[in-house]
């Protein structure tokens, strides 16, 4: 009896003790919500200038969203949920060009087939100085795109000026729903068929199926996949074109939200290509669904990928919609390869901006990525977390020599300007010289000329001691304004080390296994150690810890 009246009155001393921790929680609660009640009244009847209610909790809300430091998570206002909505799966109208801005001009910088703006005459190289009556001075390309795009079958007068030409260039437009090619082309490489997917748009799975069957009639006994520079897109594209690939039931990726739950995608169709020999490029620029596609291939050991790895932009964001017209989106979950690594690369953010790690933010090498978490394939091969995917056969773009490194430094306070010099004048050349033109040694020396006109100054010897640099710039460009993207790519291959590398492989590799002996073979061992053990790896079902 004694016993339990003493248990009695502990638990009476207890719960006071237990209740007043969630006093003291809910206090500060309420202290927090008084604080910024306080700074609010404050704002509102001292502020020196006068500020409407909504106006000032919008800011409130703003600054909250932006302390998050996670560029990724915006607060739309209603006109801002109205231009994301069209630009990610509203129907929209546009006249068929893409725009950069260029010495603070929107110029056009590419022009489609079979759109309004190839029917109206407009030429790559034009600036854009007016859309109906309003300047262009000092826009962004965001808001030309905002401008320029619009219903179907609405009209549009714009007004261009012409290097060359004296007197802008007006014309009316209809706008029209625009495909732009997710492949802008597929070629053959010998025997080895060669695809550039350039992003997840909505006519990407037709197309990469497409031009697959194009290139095995060729007569293709391996697959290039090119998934450099392509920032992502839409997320069913990933999925299915990672399908084409990979055997039914095959997971893919899968989701995870803080809350522990999880979203796993697997193939559901028969694939195109089951098993014809098949390498990814990927780089620093490939993100997002083009990292969903590696990461599955690679863990299956459907692929070898070979070049750099890839940005780490695995983050979900889903849309809240909020009164008033508003929207809040909002970074809720994660994505993970097959495997379990995750695809974000965490990074560190001040205002909302991206800050350079230069220890984490470098080039990749072979040594460096075997300082990452390792985990194992289905097959048994040790492949890599920590962010992004990291290629199985890591080939950095070729490097310049040291004069032309001098060169490029000399031109990167204006590199800007340069790029305009570069840009025009290989659009001028690519109007009057033959489809089998040579290089003009002349050429060179005009372009630094020009670039002069735009205040570059450059030591004509640091100039000439860089040439190959600027003769490779000048080739690319002006093949490309000739003779198209494909004639480019052809060109600008003994430029292009990773897709060497990669053809290389498929000319001396008959099947997949193939592939990675020799994507094996070019491991180097670093100070005499072998390959590491895969301390790291899950066991088969688990997940290992992020």
């Not at 194009?214 to 006994?221: C, M, P």
């Not at 996949?225 to 990933?238: C, M, T, V």
């Not at 990979?246 to 995870?256: C, F, H, K, Q, W």
């Not at 490029?281 to 692929?303: C, F, M, N, Y």
Request: glycine share 8%; charged share 25%; no cysteine.
């Amino acid at each position: 009896m004694r016993r339990s009246r003493k248990l009695a009155v502990i638990a009476v001393l207890l719960t006071p003790l237990v209740a007043g921790g969630f006093l003291l929680q809910a206090r500060g609660g309420r202290e927090s919500a008084l604080l910024l009640d306080q700074v609010l009244s404050l704002i509102s009847e001292r502020f020196v200038d006068t500020l409407p209610q909504g106006t000032m909790y919008e800011k409130a809300a703003r600054g909250l969203v932006r302390e998050l430091n996670d560029p990724y998570t915006e607060l739309l206002s209603p006109k801002e949920l109205k231009q994301f909505t069209t630009r990610t799966g509203g129907r929209y109208g546009g006249l068929g060009m893409s725009i950069q801005l260029r010495d603070e001009q929107i110029v056009v910088a590419n022009v489609f087939p079979h759109t309004p703006a190839e029917r109206g005459g407009v030429r790559e190289g034009d600036r854009i100085i007016q859309v109906d009556t309003m300047s262009t001075r000092g826009w962004s390309t965001q808001r030309a795109s905002d401008v320029l795009t619009g219903t179907p079958g609405t009209k549009v007068r714009v007004k261009f000026s012409r290097p060359g030409v004296d007197e802008p260039i007006e014309g009316e437009f209809t706008r029209a729903i625009v495909n732009v090619p997710a492949v802008p082309f597929g070629i053959m490489f010998g025997t080895v068929g060669y695809l550039p997917l350039a992003s997840f748009n909505e006519h990407a799975v037709n197309e990469v199926e497409r031009n697959i069957k194009d290139l095995t009639a060729r007569g293709a006994k391996g697959i290039i996949l090119d998934l450099r520079n392509n920032p992502g897109g839409i997320l069913e594209q990933s999925l299915t074109i990672s399908n084409l690939f990979l055997r039914p039931g095959a997971e893919i990726a899968s989701v995870r939200a803080r809350n522990g739950e999880t979203q796993s995608y697997v193939a559901r169709s028969q694939p195109a290509l089951p098993t014809t020999p098949l390498i990814v490029l990927t780089d620093e620029r490939s993100a997002s669904a083009s990292e969903i596609v590696a990461g599955a291939l690679q863990d299956h050991d459907r692929a070898v990928i070979v070049g750099q790895t890839t940005y780490g932009k695995g983050l979900v964001q889903s849309v809240f919609n909020l009164d008033g017209g508003y929207a809040l989106k909002l970074t809720t979950a994660k994505w993970f390869t097959p495997s379990g690594r995750s695809i974000q690369k965490e990074r560190r953010f001040i205002d909302g901006q991206f800050v350079e790690d230069t220890v984490r933010d470098t080039l990749e090498t072979d040594a460096s990525k075997k300082s990452r978490p390792a985990y194992k394939s289905d097959g048994g091969r040790v492949v890599y977390g920590g962010g992004g995917i990291t290629p199985d056969v890591i080939v950095p773009d070729d490097t310049m020599s040291a004069q032309e490194q001098t060169l490029f430094k000399a031109l990167l306070p204006k590199f800007s300007e340069f790029s305009s010099a570069l840009l025009d004048y290989s659009l001028e050349l690519s109007r009057k010289t033959p489809r089998d033109f040579q290089q003009m040694p002349l050429w060179r020396e005009e372009l630094r000329r020009r670039s002069e006109t735009r205040g570059i100054k450059v030591d004509p010897a640091v100039w000439e001691a860089g040439g190959r640099y600027v003769d490779q710039q000048l080739e690319r460009y002006v093949t490309r304004y000739a003779l198209g993207d494909s004639a480019a790519m052809r060109v600008t291959l003994k430029f292009d080390a990773p897709l060497r590398k990669a053809i290389d492989m498929m000319n001396k590799g008959q099947t997949q296994k193939d592939l990675f002996t020799l994507a094996q073979a070019t491991l180097k061992p670093i100070n005499g150690a072998t390959a590491p053990k895969n301390q790291n790896a899950a066991a088969p079902g688990a997940r290992p810890p992020q």
